[in-house]
């Protein structure tokens, strides 16, 4: 028969192990729920399973010649050089952005072609350094 302590043990010890599945069940289920998923516009086109509502973000290449600037809105096309992905965006695009250079937009899908952002990230290879960086190491050069 176990003695007073040894159960008072296994039963602080079963209720800390289940404390601690149930927190780690709540913590991964939220984490869940606040995932955004990144999608090519080739992943979007070969997906059977869109949620239209959701939001994503998209990934690729702003095709050359493809950025239309309107006084409202700004729409340009999202390439990974197999599909293309139409993006409309209403709002300031970061100093990065252009043509021929990487972008992720954050959104939702309209259908399997065309996007709407709501925020967009202009990508940058390692060698980027901002312009006021360049002028600060130019002057201190001299």
């Known amino acids: 028969?176990?003695?007073?302590?040894?159960?008072?043990?296994i039963y602080f010890l079963s209720l800390f192990l289940i404390f601690s599945i149930i927190s780690v069940f709540l913590i991964?289920?939220?984490?869940?729920?606040?995932?955004?998923?990144f999608k090519s516009p080739t992943e979007i086109k070969l997906s059977?399973?869109?949620?239209?509502?959701k939001k994503i973000r998209i990934g690729g290449m702003v095709k050359k010649d493809s950025i239309l600037i309107d006084s409202k809105e700004i729409k340009f096309?999202?390439?990974?050089f197999k599909?293309?992905?139409?993006?409309?965006?209403k709002g300031?695009?970061?100093n990065l952005f252009s043509e021929e250079k990487g972008v992720v937009a954050e959104g939702k899908l309209k259908d399997k072609k065309f996007f709407v952002a709501d925020r967009i990230l202009a990508k940058h290879d390692e060698k980027y350094m901002p312009p006021e960086l360049q002028g600060i190491l130019k002057q201190d050069a001299k």
């Open 1 to 9: 028969m176990l003695v007073k302590k040894k159960k008072k043990k």
């Open 28 to 37: 991964l289920k939220s984490l869940t729920n606040n995932i955004l998923y």
């Open 48 to 53: 059977d399973e869109i949620n239209f509502n």
């Open 77 to 80: 096309i999202v390439t990974d």
């Open 83 to 89: 599909n293309e992905l139409i993006v409309s965006y």
């Open 92 to 94: 300031v695009v970061p």
